[in-house]
């Protein structure tokens, strides 16, 4: 697994449970660091431990644990970068989900080797969609799931999200647009803001 990843699960147990619960999980899961290098890869079967290890030490079912991860990382102000790309996706919550098929493609112009689930999106009535993601390692469908609710708040719009569960590398979530501008949405600036 790309090291992006395992550093991302780092990131967000040590940002939001602290450091001694990370070095936990990682006591946990058997792995040789507590420190994950984003431009290396690791075995698969380190990720899927640490994601079992998080789990147990935060107490919660590993799809939840996937599912805050993935709104970790569109909220937490280490990793905003990501929310801004996601944000060049439209300019509406039903553009931006258009735009996730091309997200894996846009993602290995700034990383070369990163392999993200390959993603299809279809619209099946203006408030019905559906979001297919394959992926050898299953779970990021809730990851998925995360990042769309908090992009969804992003853009303004109420959301349901149903994740339909795994079937071999494809995951399927459904999603029902309940209202597209229910609430302002987040500010965003196509420029950075220098602070």
């Given at each position: 697994?790309?090291?992006?990843?395992?550093?991302?699960?780092?990131?967000?147990?040590?940002?939001?449970y602290g450091q001694p619960r990370w070095i936990e999980v990682t006591?946990?899961?058997?792995?040789?660091?507590?420190?994950?290098?984003?431009?290396l890869h690791?075995?698969?079967?380190?990720?899927?431990?640490?994601?079992?290890?998080?789990?147990?030490?935060?107490?919660a079912p590993w799809e939840t644990v996937?599912?805050?991860?993935?709104?970790?990382?569109?909220t937490h102000p280490n990793v905003?970068?990501?929310?801004?790309?996601?944000?060049?996706?439209?300019?509406?919550?039903?553009?931006?989900?258009?735009s996730l098929d091309e997200l894996p493609d846009r993602a290995r112009l700034a990383v070369d080797d990163l392999v993200l689930p390959s993603m299809e999106v279809r619209e099946h009535a203006p408030d019905r969609f559906s979001l297919t993601c394959r992926h050898p390692q299953a779970g990021f469908g809730h990851?998925?799931?995360?990042?769309?609710?908090?992009?969804a708040d992003d853009y303004g719009a109420?959301?349901?999200?149903?994740h339909r569960g795994t079937n071999g590398d494809t995951e399927v979530i459904d999603i029902t647009l309940v209202v597209n501008a229910f609430a302002s949405g987040r500010e965003f600036e196509l420029g950075a803001r220098a602070e």
């Open positions: 697994m790309h090291g992006l990843i395992n550093r991302a699960i780092q990131c967000f147990v040590r940002d939001s006591r946990l899961a058997g792995v040789e660091t507590t420190d994950f290098e984003a431009m690791y075995d698969d079967s380190a990720t899927e431990n640490l994601i079992k290890a998080a789990a147990d030490v935060i107490g996937l599912e805050d991860i993935g709104t970790y990382l569109v905003e970068a990501l929310r801004r790309l996601l944000r060049f996706g439209g300019v509406d919550f039903v553009e931006f989900l258009h990851v998925l799931i995360g990042i769309l609710r908090t992009m109420l959301v349901f999200l149903e």
